[in-house]
């Protein structure tokens, strides 16, 4: 039963069905992957030693993320980011290194073995963590782009460490024994990652550094000069699959090239990623390669827990644990002392010092070549991997970690004092993002006094600075509405980026004053009932009106007179806020949608009553004088 299928089969049926309960638990799709791989893998003994081939294939979606994450950055964007790569990225991976091979030094380890050791485990993991922030949605929070940074950083390190290694190597990796036969270590018999046969084998270090710059240059030269030759060349096949096909050569291709040179593949695909990002193909490479990316790293993750080494770890479990535990101890330190220096504060803080406190995948690969190199032995090297794995592992724990510290704390906006309340005026706004903000310029642009009320120093500072007043503080606050003159009011506009707390404050001023108009934001249809249900007068989702208006250009440019468009978009609009009315009144805050029948029953007549309209009005248009 030892076939590709019957193995495929079981990773296939693993991730179907860890990865949905760990989500439906709260504890995100990576440690579902990971503890599917521990079940198939060292628990019930289903898959054996092809876990660790297989690995290597599935490092291609780390290989594609880190692509499409080039995609997403030009050479410009990365010089912006320099003070952040190069002060609080550089800082994490010196003074990481430092701090373990210090600790490797007290073990009894060589300067050398303590350096590599030390480079190895100063980086983190981008899979896992860049994974984790998205499905959190925290990617955009001061955390998640200072988490960001740093990653991004320690990504580009791999470079000069895979260049210095080499030079640390304290002997040569082959011998001549006495009956003038080569031995060479069993190890180091392919220097290339994953198994490749390597150019740089036998080179000294000088020559590793040299070949490795030209490898380099030729991934920034092929993408400025021969990708959008071939581009044009494939377009003009007209065949949609030949799309698919050069990205994935571009992917591939680069990884055979670094892997060539003994570099990391996912580092020459990330090159080429930002060297194509301003290329006019660069949205179609991200469609093509985005599902093979999912895929891969959702393999990669069971391919993680699936190849831990069981009887190496149960030789001498606590002592591993307890080197995992101080590698993510010392690591956490000095990303806490960097969070406080960088002025990261509250939930910030703790997400940068919690999600990179961990190893990562990069780690397999510097301690593989070292132990390629003749810089770390194979002892040493085992025992680093199998703390490596383990401290992945434990990334989605430190994640919950954060989130129970997040539930716990306030934002550090808020640690700030609310301001002195003295204006009133007959428009008060709650919350002055995006939304609100257009809401006061027009208001105030027509001669209307307003007050503006946000929760956010750093928006409120923001106003100030385009000359609008605004006063900070928590807008869901009785004795902050009683001070902005909620009394005399005649419009609440409740434009907060929290769903909950504009319901919460329409309810609060609907008690407060009956005849209040209040016109609030919606983020949803659901957001809509329950604003309706909290007493709001007019309620308008935020993507609404402008998807009405983009389907409006549609019907103008598929046959419409701008007249007709305008009259559909009319028709639609107003025949929406009847349906909601209606749908308003069936809605159950109890039962999901799809499981209240009369809410669907209902949905469909409406629809049904919109269609039938819109066909009457073709044929009167369609018929003769």
């Not at 296939?12 to 990576?30: E, H, K, M, Q, Y």
């Not at 740093?150 to 002997?171: E, F, G, K, M, N």
């Not at 550090?412 to 919350?431: L, R, S």
């Amino acid at each position: 039963m030892d076939t590709f299928l019957f193995q495929a089969s079981i990773y296939l049926a693993a991730a179907v069905i860890a990865v949905p309960l760990a989500a439906r638990l709260g504890l995100g799709s990576v440690l579902g992957y990971l503890a599917a791989g521990i079940m198939i893998g060292p628990v019930l003994g289903l898959v054996g030693s092809e876990a660790e081939d297989l690995r290597h294939f599935a490092e291609f979606g780390v290989v594609m993320m880190l692509f499409l994450i080039g995609l997403e950055l030009d050479p410009r964007a990365l010089w912006d980011m320099r003070h952040r790569l190069i002060g609080l990225g550089g800082l994490q991976v010196s003074m990481t290194t430092l701090a373990i091979m210090a600790a490797a030094l007290a073990m009894g380890r060589t300067w050398q073995e303590a350096l590599a050791v030390g480079l190895a485990l100063s980086l983190s993991s981008t899979a896992i963590v860049l994974q984790t922030l998205s499905e959190k949605g925290l990617m955009r929070t001061g955390g998640g782009r200072s988490t960001f940074s740093v990653l991004l950083t320690q990504d580009i390190a791999v470079i000069p460490i895979l260049a210095v290694l080499p030079l640390l190597s304290r002997a040569p990796t082959a011998s001549i024994a006495a009956d003038g036969s080569i031995s060479v270590p069993k190890d180091a018999a392919h220097s290339g990652a994953h198994g490749t046969m390597s150019l740089v084998e036998g080179l000294p270090g000088w020559g590793v550094t040299l070949v490795t710059l030209a490898a380099i240059g030729a991934v920034i030269l092929a993408g400025v000069y021969l990708t959008r030759p071939v581009f044009r060349f494939i377009h003009a096949a007209g065949l949609r699959e030949m799309y698919t096909a050069l990205a994935l050569l571009i992917v591939v291709g680069i990884s055979f090239l670094m892997m060539l040179v003994g570099l990391s593949p996912a580092l020459g695909a990330f090159l080429a990623g930002v060297v194509l990002a301003n290329s006019e193909f660069r949205h179609e490479l991200e469609s093509d390669l985005e599902p093979f990316k999912g895929l891969l790293l959702g393999l990669f993750f069971i391919t993680v827990g699936a190849g831990i080494d069981y009887e190496g770890f149960l030789a001498d479990p606590m002592d591993l644990i307890g080197l995992a535990l101080l590698v993510i101890v010392l690591k956490g330190m000095v990303l806490y002392l960097l969070a406080r220096a960088f002025n990261l504060r509250g939930r910030d803080r703790w997400l940068f010092t919690l999600g990179l406190a961990q190893a990562g995948e990069f780690g397999f690969v510097l301690i593989s070549f070292s132990l390629t190199q003749n810089v770390v032995p194979a002892d040493l090297a085992e025992k680093v991997l199998l703390v490596i794995a383990l401290s992945m592992l434990i990334t989605p724990l430190l994640f919950i970690a954060y989130d129970l510290l997040s539930r716990r704390m306030k934002d550090h906006d808020q640690d700030h004092e609310p301001d002195d309340i003295d204006a009133e005026g007959p428009v008060i706004i709650a919350g002055i993002g995006r939304f609100g903000q257009i809401v006061n310029r027009l208001v105030t642009a027509n001669g209307f006094d307003t007050v503006v009320l946000d929760h956010s120093m750093q928006t409120i500072q923001l106003m100030r600075r385009f000359g609008f007043r605004g006063f900070l503080g928590d807008p869901t606050r009785p004795e902050l509405l009683k001070a902005a003159g909620i009394a005399s009011a005649r419009v609440l506009v409740v434009a907060l980026d929290d769903p909950e707390k504009c319901t919460k404050l329409v309810a609060y001023a609907r008690r407060l004053r009956p005849d209040l108009h209040i016109v609030a934001r919606a983020f949803d249809r659901t957001h809509v009932f329950q604003l309706y249900r909290a007493g709001a007068d007019d309620i308008v989702r935020e993507m609404f009106d402008s998807s009405l208006r983009a389907g409006r250009y549609v019907l103008e440019n598929i046959g419409l007179s701008e007249y007709e468009a305008a009259e559909a978009e009319k028709t639609f609009y107003a025949h929406d806020r009847y349906t909601v009315r209606e749908l308003a009144e069936l809605w159950n805050p109890d039962l999901p949608a799809h499981l209240n029948e009369a809410y669907i029953a209902r949905a469909r007549a409406l629809q049904r009553e919109l269609e039938a309209e819109f066909q009457s009005r073709d044929k009167d248009r369609t018929a003769p004088d």
